[in-house]
């Protein structure tokens, strides 16, 4: 059985190049079991992400078993944590929560006044999401850079989002902003108040809400 304290988490450099085949499978291969977004991006294009040390890999001895990147949109205004990733092999481990939580750090540490935000259709990612101080957002709140939504191309529902122009699609888009942290402090709080998640799924989607939760949280691993 693998074991969360034997993988390695790490800022990816050089050395992690040569994942990129296997990282890409394993994007292609959740996209398609589970019939919803997750774009592919080109191998050049993680390649520069790997290179840059804007990604995170999580490594069990020198197997690849996880993966997300960090991107800027909006002249370094808005951050985006894509293309998070578990291996089937090594989900049920928390080992997506802990992906996130590093891409959530190094997106403070290189750009600490930019709004960190992310799209996904999953909820077990959506309460990871929550977890860290993200609130869910209509689209129009994140960026407007193009270069961002044409990314979007290669998901499966992409004419989804073309035919609602650009406000809606099956992803919910979530965002941090700094700001609220600040606030928080200013007034004696210490961190950013937070809903239940509950609270955030009924606005959402009241139908059932309750019943998918509890889905959630009987299988926190997810791929997104």
């Known amino acids: 059985m693998n074991d969360l304290t034997q993988i390695r988490i790490e800022v990816?450099?050089?050395?992690?190049?040569?994942?990129?085949?296997?990282?890409?499978?394993a994007i292609d291969a959740a996209a398609k079991q589970r019939g919803t977004g997750i774009a592919r991006r080109t191998n050049e294009y993680l390649t520069t992400k790997i290179t840059e040390g804007?990604?995170?890999?999580?490594?069990?001895?020198?197997?690849f078993a996880g993966f997300c990147y960090i991107e800027t949109w909006g002249n370094k205004g808005f951050v985006a944590n894509s293309g998070l990733i578990v291996l089937p092999e090594y989900r049920g481990l928390g080992l997506a929560k802990s992906i996130k939580q590093k891409a959530f750090e190094l997106s403070r540490t290189k750009y600490p006044d930019a709004k960190i935000f992310g799209l996904t259709t999953?909820?077990?990612?959506?309460?990871?999401n929550h977890e860290l101080g993200y609130r869910p957002v209509t689209f129009s709140e994140l960026t407007d850079d193009d270069q961002f939504w044409n990314g979007c191309k290669s998901c499966v529902n992409y004419d989804i989002l073309v035919r609602t122009n650009y406000s809606k699609c099956l992803c919910t888009g979530m965002l941090y902003d700094p700001v609220w942290e600040n606030k928080g402090k200013v007034n004696g709080v210490n961190g950013i108040r937070k809903r239940s998640l509950l609270d955030i799924v009924q606005k959402l989607n009241p139908i059932g809400a309750k019943k998918r939760l509890t889905a959630v949280n009987s299988n926190k691993e997810t791929t997104n």
């Open 54 to 63: 804007k990604a995170i890999l999580a490594i069990d001895g020198e197997k």
């Open 122 to 128: 999953g909820l077990a990612v959506m309460k990871i």
């Open 12 to 25: 990816a450099n050089e050395k992690h190049v040569k994942y990129v085949d296997e990282i890409n499978d």
